[in-house]
């Protein structure tokens, strides 16, 4: 399926939706499929992230991932009172980079149209890419500091996905989308084209300290697979998890195949991240359902931590430190990339003309 078929079939869905979620005032595309040619092939391994946007009050919990249409889609669900004010929108990455893009499925009052116009307009002035690289900046500090959660799976997601956040500050000042899987091997090609190639060891080293290679990851991600499938087939309390739906047949493809591919790229250690966030998915997901099996399969979660270097409490709360001392030089590289960035478009233009940044609301 290309590229093309796979929005067209989002919109099916959606025009589909709209007699049976009320309050929905519109719909638009979000995600890495924004970054790819009308005519390329879908990845086996990548869903089409669809978001729905409800009028006050109605907004539903998230829908998670779904099969519509022969796409495997993922339902985001905002209320209009996030897209306003414009600041808000122009310092918020997954606003502004996929509101730009202007992938518009369902719009009857024009008023997506209408922010995107407003967003697309000042979306690369440079005051607005610093203010959406302080923003993930501040995120990471804020999920690195303070006590540790409780439970194991909580434990490492807080110093997991912080972790990686350290990523989006560079594919930001790019003008690229934070993608969630990809995001190491994003990263790596934005500092390649950047000529930066160079400091990428250094930033996936905050996650993966030592090179790992894929013989020594590949039987990490056969327990993951069994994980996987002890989770996805549970019944119980987790049907309310938040990422039940990742943890599923049908999200198998985005999660271990995401993962594969990875392992198979020259950076194996990229699928680092991915391979993390799913075993605490899933460990998760056997906790509420069956404790007596999340036990068996706790010591495969913790024998992957272990090759990342993290055995204990101590080397948690000591690599959380190590990511908050690299900020700075992660905030420095940000403002490299951009500069870089700027002046390689200058090269390319002769003449840009001011364009009007602001305006009304439109929500």
């Not at 719909?27 to 390329?40: D, Q, V």
């Not at 116009?117 to 979306?123: D, G, K, L, P, S």
């Not at 807080?158 to 990809?182: E, K, M, Q, S, Y």
């Amino acid at each position: 399926m290309t590229v093309t078929q796979a929005k067209q079939a989002a919109k099916k869905w959606v025009l589909v939706q709209v007699e049976k979620l009320p309050g929905l005032v519109g719909a638009y595309l979000s995600g890495s499929l924004l970054e790819k040619p009308p005519r390329a092939l879908l990845p086996a391994a990548s869903d089409v992230d669809v978001v729905l946007v409800f009028s006050q009050g109605n907004c539903p919990k998230k829908l998670g991932k779904f099969q519509a249409e022969g796409v495997l889609l993922e339902g985001t669900c905002l209320e209009e009172t996030e897209f306003s004010p414009l600041e808000r929108v122009l310092s918020t990455h997954y606003l502004a980079f996929a509101l730009q893009a202007g992938q518009i499925l369902w719009d009857p009052q024009g008023r997506l149209e209408a922010l995107h116009r407003q967003v697309a307009a000042c979306y690369d002035r440079e005051e607005w890419v610093h203010a959406r690289v302080q923003a993930l900046l501040d995120r990471v500090r804020q999920g690195l500091t303070g006590p540790l959660p409780q439970g194991y799976p909580q434990r490492i997601n807080g110093w997991l996905f912080p972790t990686g956040i350290t990523c989006f500050p560079l594919l930001v000042a790019d003008l690229r989308n934070c993608t969630v899987r990809r995001r190491y091997a994003a990263a790596r090609e934005t500092l390649e084209r950047r000529g930066l190639g160079e400091a990428y060891p250094r930033l996936l080293g905050l996650l993966v300290p030592e090179p790992l290679g894929r013989e020594r990851l590949l039987p990490h991600l056969e327990a993951l697979s069994e994980s996987f499938s002890l989770a996805a087939e549970s019944r119980g309390p987790s049907q309310d998890y938040p990422f039940r739906g990742d943890i599923s047949p049908q999200g198998r493809a985005a999660a271990l195949g995401g993962c594969r591919e990875l392992l198979d790229s020259p950076w194996p250690e990229e699928a680092a991240f991915w391979m993390g966030a799913t075993f605490a998915r899933c460990q998760s997901i056997l906790e509420l359902d069956s404790p007596p099996t999340a036990a068996r399969r706790l010591p495969y979660f913790q024998k992957f931590m272990e090759d990342l270097g993290i055995g204990g409490e101590e080397d948690l709360l000591r690599r959380r430190e190590q990511v908050l001392q690299a900020l700075p030089w992660v905030e420095g590289l940000a403002a490299e990339v951009a500069r870089r960035r700027s002046l390689d478009f200058s090269r390319k233009t002769v003449d840009k003309s001011r364009r009007e940044c602001y305006s009304e609301d439109v929500f």
